[in-house]
């Protein structure tokens, strides 16, 4: 979607510099919100991209200002009301009014890392043939959708090249809005920083994993 998350090639945001802090957590409660965000999500009532749509649904000016974990855990609210495992009033009470729901699975503790090494296989197999090949000239179609979408604002409608193909895996726009995988051909596409920002940049060229529906071969209009 066209959101506050989607700062990539944006002005006056400045540039990104190292900090010398690599520390992953600064605080017991960001702790506590990557546990509860792992717990939720693996009763099965969503999916990850769902998580990544309910993070791009909070107001611009509330993303912008908010840490990395204080937005996980405004998403988390939001999808537990959204499947009705909590209310607005029992999240700001902190006092469950009912006796729980019935969920699909409960992640144990003992099994939490062998479920963080398994990850989340989004490969699927191939029902039908890739459409692009290693080195086709392609063009991103100039999308906005007001949902979710992993084609950034900032390549849409911009001529690359393809230099790999990864195999059909779960699109995304449509496993975040419940509407099923889905899966397409996913490649890796390389543009030219100059056609991106302009003859001015310093950038040398970006690689921009696209899905098949969010191409086409250069030589047509953007869509």
């Not at 944006?10 to 990557?34: K, N, Y």
């Not at 959204?82 to 006092?95: Q, R």
């Not at 900032?154 to 995988?181: T, W």
């Amino acid at each position: 979607m066209n959101g506050a998350q989607d700062v990539g090639g944006m002005q006056s945001f400045g540039p990104i510099r190292h900090q010398a802090d690599t520390s992953v957590f600064h605080a017991d409660w960001e702790r506590r919100v990557l546990a509860m965000t792992l717990a939720m999500g693996a009763v099965g009532k969503w999916n990850i991209d769902m998580s990544r749509a309910a993070r791009e649904t909070l107001p611009p000016a509330q993303y912008l200002a908010s840490t990395y974990f204080e937005i996980w855990f405004e998403a988390l609210k939001t999808l537990l009301m959204d499947t009705g495992l909590l209310t607005a009033a029992e999240i700001a009470s902190g006092v469950s009014d009912n006796h729980g729901n019935s969920v699909p699975r409960v992640l144990m503790a003992n099994d939490v890392a062998a479920a963080l090494r398994r990850g989340n296989p989004v490969t699927r197999p191939a029902v039908t043939e890739a459409r692009f090949r290693v080195d086709d000239e392609v063009l991103t179609r100039q999308l906005n959708p007001s949902t979710h979408t992993r084609l950034p604002r900032y390549c849409r409608g911009r001529r690359g090249r393809v230099i790999a193909v990864h195999g059909p895996q779960v699109f995304p726009d449509s496993n975040a809005m419940g509407l099923g995988e889905e899966p397409h051909w996913l490649y890796t596409v390389q543009f030219t920083g100059a056609e991106l920002w302009g003859k001015d940049t310093t950038a040398a060229s970006v690689c921009v994993d696209c899905w098949e529906p969010y191409l086409e071969y250069s030589n047509v209009t953007p869509i």
